[in-house]
């Protein structure tokens, strides 16, 4: 019972931060609201991180896992939350909904694009 009800609390949610996303800005409006998202998870992110290294034990950190995690934040959390707030901003929020749910698609055609260049037959 408790999955079903975080499930309906989650979805309101994500349906409710596109629409005030798109309550928030106008078309010709500069800033959308992207950078205070970012901020915000970057925040949230360093504390649970603080608080998991000083009551359990740190993990081993290496540069190469670092880089990938700086790629990584800076490809979705960055680039990624920018371009769905601009789409949210003029497209409209159930546009920009249906844009967002096609990740998992755009995410298979890439990596088979990506292994077929990197290991072709």
């Known amino acids: 019972m408790i999955g079903e009800i975080l499930a309906l609390v989650a979805a309101f949610s994500f ?3 596109n629409v005030m996303v798109k309550k928030g800005v106008t078309p010709i409006s500069k800033n959308n609201g992207a950078f205070l998202s970012v901020l915000i998870t970057f925040g949230l992110a360093g504390i649970i991180t603080l608080a998991k ?3 359990q034990d740190w993990p081993q950190y290496t540069t190469k896992g670092i ?3 700086v790629l990584a934040g800076i490809l979705t959390a960055y680039i990624g939350r920018s371009l769905l707030f601009t789409s949210i901003q003029h497209l409209g929020s159930v546009r920009a909904s249906t844009l967002k749910r096609l990740n998992s698609l755009f995410t298979v055609l890439i990596g088979v694009v990506f292994c077929l260049v ?3 037959e």
Request: aromatic residues 34%; contains cysteine.
């Open 15 to 17: 349906g409710c931060a």
């Open 53 to 55: 290294g000083l009551f």
């Open 67 to 69: 880089g990938w995690y």
């Open 118 to 120: 990197m290991y072709p």
